[in-house]
C-alpha cells in the first residue's frame, strides 16, 4: 500500500527565504505526483502535476521535482511571501489509487 | 466555467437523519471522486466513478451511497448519519483517472 509522508508537519520561515517542502513515498510505481495548496477553511488548489515520466514541472516561484528511484519529491518555493502561508500537500498515485501526505502548514512572517 | 462546485457549503445534522451532497463538474472530466479530511488523517477516498454509469468503493465507503446521474453530477448520500461522519466532504475531478484532480470548495458537515 502506497504511503505518502511529509516531514516537518509544520514549517515557519521569514519573508524572501528559499525553502523546500519535501515528500516521500514507498511505491515508486506511481503515475504522477501532484502538488496542492490548501487555505484555511478552503479547498485543494493544484499548484503542480509531474508526469512519473518527467523529473520536474515549474510555475512562476514554484518547483517541483520527482525522483522516482528514490521515493522524493520537492516543492522548491523561491522568494517566499507572507502570501504563501498555507497547508501544502503532495499526493502519489493515479485513478483511485492517489495517496494523500497530511501536508506541511507553512507560515512567512513579514 | 466554474470548476468543481458542491452544494451544501455547511450542514449540521441529528444522529440519524439522511442528506444528499450535491456535487457538479463543468469540465467536461470522466472521473468524479468523493473524500472526506479529518484532522490527523488527511484526506481519504470514499468513492469513486471512473465514467459515468461505474461507481467503486475507496478506503472508507461505509455508511455511504453514491449516484453519478450523469458525466456532470456525482452525489453522495448519508442514509442514517453518526457523529463519526463529522468532516469536511471534499468533491473532485479529473478528465482520466491518471491526470490532476480539480478539487470543489467542500462541505463542512457536523452530525451531533
Redesign the interface.
Given at each position: 500500500k502506497q504511503e505518502v509522508t511529509q516531514i516537518p508537519a509544520a514549517l515557519s520561515v521569514p519573508e524572501g527565504e528559499n525553502l523546500v517542502l519535501n515528500c516521500s513515498f514507498t511505491d515508486s510505481a506511481i503515475?504522477?505526483l501532484?502538488w496542492?495548496r490548501q487555505d484555511p477553511g478552503?479547498?485543494?488548489?493544484?499548484l503542480l502535476?509531474i508526469q512519473s515520466s518527467q523529473r520536474e514541472q515549474t510555475s512562476g516561484r514554484l518547483n517541483a521535482s520527482l525522483d522516482k528511484s528514490s521515493g522524493r519529491s520537492t516543492l522548491y518555493i523561491a522568494a517566499s511571501q507572507p502570501g504563501d502561508s498555507a497547508t501544502y500537500?503532495c499526493?502519489a498515485g493515479?485513478?483511485?489509487k492517489?495517496t494523500?501526505?497530511?501536508?506541511i502548514t507553512l507560515s512567512v512572517r513579514p | 466555467n466554474a470548476g468543481v462546485t458542491q452544494t451544501p457549503k455547511f450542514q449540521v445534522l441529528k444522529t440519524g437523519q439522511s442528506m444528499t451532497l450535491q456535487c457538479a463538474q463543468d469540465m467536461n472530466h470522466n472521473?468524479m471522486?468523493w473524500y472526506r479530511q479529518d484532522p490527523?488523517?488527511?484526506?481519504r477516498?470514499i468513492y469513486?466513478s471512473?465514467s459515468e454509469g461505474t461507481t467503486?468503493k475507496?478506503e472508507v465507503p461505509n455508511g455511504y451511497n453514491v449516484s453519478r446521474l450523469n458525466k456532470r453530477e456525482f452525489s453522495l448520500r448519508l442514509e442514517s448519519a453518526a457523529p463519526s461522519q463529522t468532516s469536511v466532504y471534499?468533491c473532485?475531478s479529473s478528465r482520466e483517472?491518471?491526470?490532476?484532480?480539480?478539487?470543489?470548495?467542500?462541505t463542512r458537515l457536523t452530525v451531533l
Open positions: 503515475y504522477n501532484q496542492f478552503k479547498g485543494l488548489t493544484s502535476l500537500l499526493a493515479a485513478n483511485s492517489l494523500f501526505g497530511k501536508g | 472521473s471522486y490527523g488523517m488527511g484526506l477516498l469513486y471512473a467503486d475507496g471534499f473532485a483517472g491518471g491526470t490532476g484532480r480539480v478539487f470543489g470548495p467542500g
